[in-house]
């Protein structure tokens, strides 16, 4: 990977622009778009000073409200929350906790299914927002991967860099869990993937190879501009 897609903000964990990432059709996605990351409950004052330098203008907040603390970004800098989660929804959310799905890409082609409302309106959002935008998660894996997928599925990257891109994330992960004083959830959770006779990389591929990201999110409400606003947004 590029390493200038690394974001080196103080503070700010599991961080990388989206830019740098080549096409199917041979261009390669611009930098300064669209940020990802884990939660910024550590980022410092200069680390959103640098932050907002490289262009930041957005940060979109996937968490529920349980999980958010007071970890907001300097006035000049818009905050969103779009909880991607339904949590309300207890009876999808039991099965994916018993059939061992939680916590890795395994959950994505359930969720894809039955929340495309929650994507829409995530990806609406994301399209009128100001740009750049940063959007994260907890631990910037799971929801934060989930959305990688589908803004880097709408621009036109390949499958394979979009798995590799997420695969990033087991490493980049190591010194946020340290920081919390929590054990790496990595091995963890690469042992329940070996469960299911799968990895990261091969569970991200299986939920793309007949996945139409832009159909999915037409038939659940995204107007087309939206569509055309995260592509044009994304690719030079």
């Keep these: 990977m590029d390493r200038s897609r690394w974001v080196d903000w103080e503070g700010f964990f599991n961080a990388r622009d989206l830019g740098g990432l080549p096409t199917r059709d041979g261009r390669v996605t611009r930098f300064g778009a669209f940020f990802r990351s884990a939660q910024p409950g550590f980022v410092t004052e200069a680390g959103w000073a640098a ?9 979109v907040d996937l968490r ?8 907001a970004p300097p006035r000049e800098i818009t905050r969103l929350e779009i909880p991607l989660d339904d949590q309300e929804d207890a009876e999808f959310w039991r099965h994916i906790k018993e059939n ?3 916590g890795s890409p395994l959950y994505y082609r359930p969720f894809l299914a039955r929340k495309a409302n929650r994507c829409a309106a995530l990806i609406t959002a994301l399209a009128r ?7 994260h998660c907890g631990a910037g894996r799971d929801r934060a991967g989930l959305t990688t997928l589908l803004v880097l599925s709408l621009a036109g990257v390949p499958a394979e860099t979009i798995a590799e891109d ?4 087991t490493r980049a ?3 946020l869990f340290a920081r919390l004083g929590e054990p790496d959830q ?3 959770i690469a042992v329940m993937l070996a469960r299911h ?12 190879g007949e996945f139409d990201a832009r159909a999915l999110l037409l038939e659940a409400g995204v107007e087309e501009a939206d569509l055309d606003s995260i592509r044009d947004r994304l690719v030079a």
């Design 129 to 135: 927002a100001e740009p750049g935008v940063l959007f």
């Design 173 to 175: 992960l190591v010194p």
């Design 166 to 169: 997420y695969e990033l994330s």
């Design 186 to 188: 990595g091995p963890m």
């Design 197 to 208: 006779g799968t990895t990261a990389r091969a569970a991200i591929l299986a939920t793309l």
């Design 64 to 71: 529920n409200a349980e999980e958010i603390r007071e970890e």
């Design 51 to 59: 932050a907002r330098a490289a262009g930041l203008r957005t940060v």
């Design 100 to 102: 061992g799905l939680d």
